[in-house]
C-alpha cells in the first residue's frame, strides 16, 4: 500500500546546527511527496512539495529532494533557529488517489 | 483572512452525545477533505468531497460519522453517540482540482470526549 515512514523523534538542535529529517516512502505509481509543519497551537501549514523524481522542493532554507531510486524525500536546513521548533510531517499523495498519506511526525526543538 | 476556517476550535462533550463541526474552505477550492489526528500522530484520511459530492470515504468513517457539503462551500462532519475513543483533532483541508494540487489545511477542532 501507499505510506510514509519518518524519522522518530524528539530532534534537538542547537540553533544553527544542521538538520536531517529522513522521510521514505513506499506508493505505487507516481506520488507526490510534501513535507507540512505543524507550530505549538496551529494547525498544518505546506512547507514544502515536490511533484515528480528529481523535484526538489524548497521554502525558508528548508529543502527535499524526490529520490525514487531510493524512494526518499529527506528534509534539510543548513542552519535552524528557535522559530523552526516544531512537528514536521512527511506525507505523500498517491497518484491518481486523493487522500494524502502522513507520517508520524517528528517533534524538532531548537535551543538558543 | 481567506485560509480555511474550522468552528468551534474545541468542544467537549459527554460520551452519547452528537457534535457536529463545521469547515470553510478557501472559496475557489472546490475539494474539501476530513482527515483525524490522534496525539503523536499525523493526519489520516477520512473522506473528501468534490463540490457537493462526497467521492471517497476511509473505512475509519463508521456510521456514526457523516459528513455533508450541501451547497459545494462548506462542510459539517456530524459524529453521532460519540465515544471516548473519538476524541482526537479534526482537521478540514481543501484544494482545487488537479495533478497539482496541494491541500490547505485549517486550524482544526480538538474534541475531547469524557
Known amino acids: 500500500g501507499n505510506s510514509v515512514t519518518q524519522m522518530e523523534g524528539p530532534v534537538t538542535l542547537s540553533e544553527e546546527a544542521f538538520l536531517t529529517i529522513n522521510c521514505t516512502y513506499t506508493?505505487?505509481?507516481?506520488?507526490?511527496l510534501f513535507w507540512y509543519v505543524q507550530y505549538p497551537g496551529e494547525g498544518l501549514q505546506l512547507l514544502l512539495k515536490?511533484?515528480?523524481?528529481?523535484d526538489k522542493g524548497s521554502n525558508k532554507g528548508f529543502e527535499a529532494t524526490y529520490r525514487k531510486e531510493t524512494t526518499s524525500f529527506h528534509l534539510e536546513k543548513g542552519s535552524v533557529q528557535v522559530s523552526d521548533s516544531a512537528v514536521y510531517f512527511c506525507?505523500?499523495?498517491?497518484?491518481?488517489?486523493?487522500?494524502?498519506?502522513f507520517g508520524a511526525g517528528t517533534r524538532l526543538t531548537v535551543k538558543p | 483572512d481567506t485560509g480555511v476556517s474550522q468552528d468551534p476550535r474545541h468542544k467537549i462533550t459527554k460520551r452519547g452525545q452528537n457534535v457536529t463541526f463545521r469547515c470553510d474552505p478557501i472559496?475557489?477550492?472546490?475539494?474539501l477533505y476530513w482527515y483525524r489526528q490522534t496525539l503523536g500522530q499525523g493526519p489520516e484520511f477520512l473522506t473528501y468531497?468534490?463540490?457537493?459530492?462526497?467521492?471517497?470515504k476511509s473505512r475509519l468513517l463508521s456510521d456514526r460519522f457523516s459528513a455533508e457539503r450541501p451547497k459545494g462551500s462548506f462542510s459539517t462532519l456530524e459524529i453521532q453517540r460519540t465515544e471516548q475513543g473519538d476524541s482526537a483533532m479534526y482537521l478540514c483541508?481543501?484544494?482545487?482540482?488537479?495533478?497539482?494540487?496541494?491541500?490547505?489545511f485549517g486550524p482544526g477542532t480538538r474534541l475531547l470526549v469524557l
Open positions: 483541508a481543501s484544494s482545487t482540482q488537479g495533478r497539482q494540487e496541494t491541500q490547505y
Open positions: 506508493a505505487t505509481g507516481y506520488p507526490s
Open positions: 515536490a511533484t515528480k523524481a528529481d
Open positions: 506525507a505523500l499523495r498517491p497518484a491518481p488517489d486523493n487522500d494524502m498519506r
Open positions: 472559496s475557489e477550492h472546490n475539494r
Open positions: 468531497f468534490q463540490n457537493e459530492a462526497q467521492l471517497e
